[in-house]
């Protein structure tokens, strides 16, 4: 297995756990980290594609650069709203609807 | 210099940035003034296609595959069009609405990005490139969610970003995976390369692609984010969002399945149909039940979103259903967002967010009754309205391709969706008391609703320029 | 675009531009709101006028419009929209006058007015439909336009007669859409053409074609009220009367009788229909609902609910009119388009009459109201012989050629039919007339009286004049019915080129 495979092959895995955070947790803080999460295993996928051949391939590595100022700037959001939602009513947590 | 390409997308981040720093008032003069401006600048790019062909625009004149290509054909000029003209009446429309205060002092730069996003998603020419814009709609939607400030809004505005994140998530990692097999993310470099048989790796990641996309358009059952998002927020914020962000990844999904992953679809042909049934009939009888107003069309957002859905195991050769599909995007759009404005004014006039509340401001708001009654016509599939079009197609191309049930579904939709317009529309009827207080509503909002549903109704009568247009360098 | 494409474009908007203008006048503006619909009316005659002339002498009036890939929205002015134009536009007229007269001073005027218009233009559009396409299109706006009509009075009572109305109208709207789309396959198009067009798709595709017919003469039976799709009519009775007298005279069900009209003269063809064995079924189904309609009329008290079942009754002579193989048939059922408008709508004016005048709307109430009201229940007598087949009465004159043209067809029983349906016409009809002419009032007679007696004017004159004028049509249709001008003459005029310029 070459390098890049075993990148590739984490990032998958980072991926799926990430998802589940994100799907199952109930605690916000934790669903944004698990986001972070799944972002890095997206990234490490893309950088294990990117040493497939042996050589370096540098676009990859441009997307990855892009995806993380993507994801601080979703991540931010995110940290704001919830701050904003434990300030004006002390949940830290979504509940099941919000409908009538 | 002008290529409107480029401008489309520069000229809303402009804006939008200035409109930060400006503040509310000239914020919103400085919106509507781009937005005129970006309306003329699709209307031409739609002639320059109309008479020219598809057009390429390679960003700061590097080519792909390191630099970003640019590309219009007529399924994108139809969609920057509805864009522009829509999010300029809601401008129009929003400018009046908002009381000073947090929500509008955010509105103008986050319908600026979130405009940009957009204009930049139907240009895009490269998968990566979607990825970027995607998430630039999303977190501008969010926003957009968020900006009234209260404890509901948040949370709806939370769970949105939750799932729009897990949404371009998976994106993300389909493409990682596509330009690991392949070595290039450029739409038009992938087509021939994908035939019948791709590795695993493609299979996976059109998967991925395809899931992604379907929680960020909301479809059953990836709908669960929709109605609290759309229903508590302002109505031009629900408005833009229903009309225009969840049609922007049915758009995609339209492109790829077409385009580069058609060999694929074969697999995978009846899942958005069969998941689109239930959500008409999922979201018509959530609608019929609810007894809010705005909640009421947010759930006619998810039935509808289930029509389009309904048009892939029919796409075929003859493009019926693509026109369809489209035709129902469009008039769609035109109709709900006329129906969560009008929404707004009767809830600014009668003071609260229900559905009896309607009989009291109706007496007083003859026009924005009328223009949620044509809104309503579109969206029940009566003539003379665009949505009417639409129901036909769908129905001629069920019916061509022998597909009796989908055709029944279609049937059945439309009669469902009388059900809940007519609860609002009857209300407009009751003889009710005369010392109801009613708020007063300004002008500018009974009319920016009424030309939205207008529109919608009217499309019926353009139905030959759109198919003409969408022929500009059909995907089929 | 020449002038015989302009015209069926101007015949509907001289009723839609009016009718847009009047919803935004405030509730006041009485003077301006009549102005604007007479002069509709009156230049809606105008136009027709022009029409009725060039279409006599062989012009053609046809407008068309793309509307997507092979599919267009056709108007096409012939003799058979003519009929129907017509009888729209001279009722519509009369209608308006007597609206204005009912609703004085009543609330929502300009909303009820405004509907009323679109409603005419919705008729005039079903009438000139040239294609099954453009006929849908105004059957569904003519839905939505007179819901609102429906419910105009805002009671519980007008919702719920609003909501089943609804139910019913788009549940068929949704069948009869089928039924088009399905026949736009198997065509690639659905225009109205003389003789019929689906023959041309041969014996192959019978079975569809039949399951094709049963779905579109289900959606336009609802309209129709051909039994058991007839529900919804006297639960639409909670209108007010003026409304009840354009939907049953004129717009709705008359709209339903001639799509059916339409789809078996110039979709299908009345010789292919026999040869598919569909005309049969139609002409039982319509006899059921002649019979039908007339036996419940016979225990209703209300007297709208009495009308609205009689009405269920005789629209279905002209689908059994239809359904009777040649021309003598056609022509009876034609003439029976106009002539059962003519007194059907007389009928509903003397109704709202005695509503509006001396609060009654039971039969049982109607003791002595000829002495009382005697223009009104001598208009309402002539009308109701004229239902019975009365001689001298155009009624008479659609029962004829009726029964002859069952005679001609070979369907002797459904002369039998319109026997028992003129007995219990008079079995509803006289014991009203006997009530209002010679019975006595009791002591505490018309306890709501609303309308004083003037003089010898019994009650306003716009109440009056309307259902004086549609009576003596209906003495005239009948006995000038010889003539060329008469509703009859038109009906042979059709009949002659249905017949004869069909493909053989």
Known sequence: MTSGMVFAATGAVLFAMG??????????????????????????VLVGTAQRDGSVDPVPQAMVLTGIVVAVAATALAITLARRLYTLSGRTELSGTDDD | MTDPLVWLIVLPLVWASVAFLLGPSRGARLAVAGLGFQLLLALDLTRMLMTGGPRRYAVGGWGAPLGIDLFADGLSAIMLLLVQSIALLLAIYARSYFKPGAASRHFWPMMGFLVAGMNALFLAADLFNVYVTLELVGLAAVGLVAAGGEAAQLAAA??????????????????????????????????????????LAVWLAGALMLAGLLVKSALFPFHFWLPPAHGGAPAPV??????LVVKATFYLILRLWLGPFAPLAAAAVWLPSVLGCVAILWGSIMAIRTRRLKLLVAYSTVAQL???FLIFPLLAPDGIALQAGVLQAVAHGLAKSAMFAAAGVLIIASGRDAVEGVAGAAQHLPLTLFAFALAGVTLMGLPPSGGFLAKWLLIDAALLQGQWWLAAVVIAGGLLAAVYVFRVLRQAFLIVPENAVIAPVPRVLEWATFVLAAASVLLGLGGMEIVRLLGVGAPT | MSLNELLPLAVLASSLLPGLVIFT???????????????????????????????????????RYAVLPGIDLVFKADALALLFVGLSAVLWLFTTLYAIGYLEGAPHRSRFFGFFSLCVTATMGIAMAGNLFTFFVFYEVLTLSTFPLVVHRGTDKALKGGTVYLAYTLAGGAVLLTGIVWLHNLLGHTEFTHGGVAGTLGMEKAASLRWIFLLLIAGLGVKAAIVPLHGWLPQAMVAPAPVSALLHAVAVVKAGAFGIVRVVYEVFGVEFAQSLDLLTPLAVAAAITILWGSGRALFQDDLKKRLAFSTVSQVSYIALGTALFGPIGTIGGLVHLV??????????????NYAETLGIHKVSEMDSAG???PVTTLAFSIAALGMMGAPFTAGAVSKAWLSDGARAASMDWAILVLWASSLLNAAYFLPILWRSW??????????????????????????????????????????????DFSPLAWAKLIAAREYLESAP
Not at chain 2, 164 to 180: D, I, P, Q, R
Not at chain 2, 238 to 243: G, I, K, R, V
Not at chain 3, 28 to 56: C, D, E, M, P, Y
Not at chain 3, 438 to 467: D, F, K, V
């Open chain 1, 19 to 44: 998802v589940a955070g994100v799907v199952l947790l109930d605690h916000l803080m934790r669903r944004i980290l698990a986001f972070n999460l799944m972002g890095s295993g997206a990234f490490l």
């Open chain 2, 158 to 199: 939370l769970r949105y970003l939750f799932a729009t994140l897990v949404g371009s998530g998976a994106y993300l990692l389909a493409v990682a995976l596509v330009y690991g097999t392949y070595g290039t993310v450029a739409i038009e470099t992938l087509a021939p390369l994908i035939d019948a048989r791709p590795p």
């Open chain 2, 238 to 243: 629900s408005a833009l969002l229903s009309a």
């Open chain 2, 306 to 308: 289930g029509y389009l």
């Open chain 3, 25 to 63: 006048l405030p509730e006041s503006s009485v003077g301006l709101r009549t102005t604007l619909n007479l002069f509709g009316a009156v230049a809606k005659l105008a136009l027709i006028g022009v029409l009725l002339a060039g279409v006599a002498a062989g012009q053609s009036y046809v407008f």
């Open chain 3, 339 to 352: 002539h059962q408008g003519i007194m059907k709508i007389t009928l509903f004016f003397c109704a709202g």
């Open chain 3, 371 to 373: 002495r009382r009201m």
């Open chain 3, 438 to 483: 010679s019975r006595r009032a009791p002591a505490a007679a018309w306890p709501a009286e609303h309308i004083p007696m003037q003089g010898w004017r019994e009650t306003t004159w716009l109440l009056l004049l309307p259902p004086l004028v549609t009576a003596a049509v209906t003495i005239a249709a009948g006995i000038l019915a010889d003539t």
